[in-house]
């Protein structure tokens, strides 16, 4: 049997279309091919959450197989699928799918690896992506850069999560989708263990679906697969279709430190702030950091809630780790970095000042003049060496993870409660991966996860 890793990105575009749709149209050709198998579940990627040309979410995928006859023809049924999805569909200068395939367990070439690592959090020129990816074969546009990169990720150890995907019916795409909302919604959210995530708002939105027209029903998230299948009681309209994919989103994978604050770089970097925070137009919160790498504009945005609320809170001399991705632009002069997480180590003390009473009579005294002591305005003692009292005063905001609210959280951005899970997913027959009826593949209902 051979071990081949096969990758697609860019399969979507502005008209329509997704990437992960692709996929699945692809796993249900593959499954039905003899002699292939799959070696893990279908991967899904996300990379670089601020590359400026992204469609939607930057989410490549990546399929590891087994193969007992020539990759050959999985190399020329994936293009020339990708080449049928694409037709009749508006593209953006540049942008066109890329396809990738590799020889083997893409994860132990160091060039690749690099790669994946560099396209969590920087932009990749497409010379650089193709350099990298010399040991593998690839085609098309843009779309490589994320191909390349995605047949990397996951490597073993790596922390993980799951989503269990919905498709559409294809004579629904671009009409209203059919979900519970409010307490219904609220109702099956309760029933689900916390090992699911990101799904539904506190105010019963199902914030697992999309708003576009593209052919995802929903994506529902989580550590456990089992339980992700509950959430298809939130469906009023029936699926085309499931795929189970494992994923690098909510792992906090792009959360390393920054080396620099070139535009469009994402990471983390730690500092003390050095100025309180300031309100700016839109209801956004701005604290000017000190940093290594030099002065730095954390901006929270308004919509991101209990983050926005924690940043107002901060005060000069705190020590704080934020996580998110450098803006284009610098309007109060200093690079901007949005803010996704942010970590507070330490919050530094805050005192009141408060005149001294005095020794003779108990009475308050009132400043002599600047550097003069103070004076008792009833009894007349003076007491040129006296200073302030200094009254320490509590803080609102505590040392701790603070990140946006459900449905607010960038798709590799995990919640503060998180632990990383790093065991083995056990191998996976087609029926565990992908569904073409209206029930969630089998793996996705048993009662325990990949052990």
């Known amino acids: 049997m051979n071990v081949v890793t096969i990758a697609f990105d860019d399969v979507d575009s502005p008209d329509g279309g997704c990437t992960t749709h692709f996929a699945a149209l692809f796993l249900a050709e593959a499954s039905r091919i003899p002699g292939v198998k799959p070696l893990d579940y279908p991967l899904l990627v996300r990379l670089n959450p601020a590359v400026p040309w992204k469609t939607r979410g930057n989410a490549a995928v990546a399929l590891r197989l087994l193969v007992e006859r020539d990759p050959s023809d999985v190399w020329e049924l994936a293009l020339s699928m990708a080449e049928e999805y694409s037709l009749g569909r508006r593209w953006w200068a540049g942008k066109w799918f890329g396809v990738a395939m590799y020889p083997g367990e893409a994860w132990r070439d160091s060039r690749l690896r690099w790669l994946y690592l560099k396209a969590l959090v920087d932009v990749v020129p497409r010379d650089v992506a193709e350099s990298a990816g010399k040991g593998a074969r690839f085609t098309g546009g843009r779309g490589v850069i994320g191909a390349l990169a995605a047949l990397a990720a996951l490597a073993p150890g790596e922390d993980y999560t799951f989503e269990l995907t919905a498709y559409r019916q294809p004579w629904l795409w671009g009409d209203p989708r059919c979900l519970l909302e409010g307490r219904d919604a609220l109702a099956v959210e309760a029933g689900i263990p916390p090992c699911a995530f990101n799904n539904v708002s506190p105010e019963g939105r199902v914030v697992a679906a999309p708003r576009g027209p593209d052919p995802v029903l929903a994506g529902f998230r989580g550590d456990c697969p089992w339980a992700l299948s509950l959430y298809s009681r939130l469906l009023c309209e029936p699926p085309a279709g499931w795929v189970l994919y494992r994923s690098n989103q909510h792992t906090d994978a792009h959360g390393i430190p920054l080396t620099s604050l070139r535009p469009y770089a994402t990471g983390r970097v730690r500092g003390v702030v050095a100025a309180s925070p300031e309100r700016i137009p839109g209801g956004h919160t701005a604290v000017e950091l000190e940093t290594p790498l030099g002065r730095v504009d954390a901006v929270f945005y308004r919509e991101t809630g209990p983050l926005s609320r924690a940043a107002m809170l901060l005060r000069p001399g705190d020590v704080v780790e934020v996580q998110g991705s450098v803006r284009p632009y610098a309007p109060r002069g200093i690079p901007t970095l949005a803010v996704d997480k942010m970590i507070v180590h330490t919050v530094a003390p805050t005192v009141r000042l408060a005149a001294p009473r005095c020794p003779r009579c108990g009475a308050r005294m009132k400043s002599a003049g600047r550097g ?8 007349g003692f003076k007491d040129p060496t006296a200073g302030p009292l200094r009254i320490p005063l509590g803080r609102e905001l505590s ?53």
């Open 399 to 451: 040392p701790g993870v603070y990140t946006p609210p459900t449905g607010w959280l960038r798709h590799l951005t995990a919640p503060a409660w998180r632990r990383p899970r790093r065991d083995p997913p056990r191998r996976p027959s087609w029926g565990d991966v992908i569904s073409t009826s209206r029930d969630p593949p089998v793996s996705s209902g048993a009662h325990q996860a990949t052990p």
């Open 372 to 379: 003069k002591g103070y004076k008792c305005p009833r009894c």
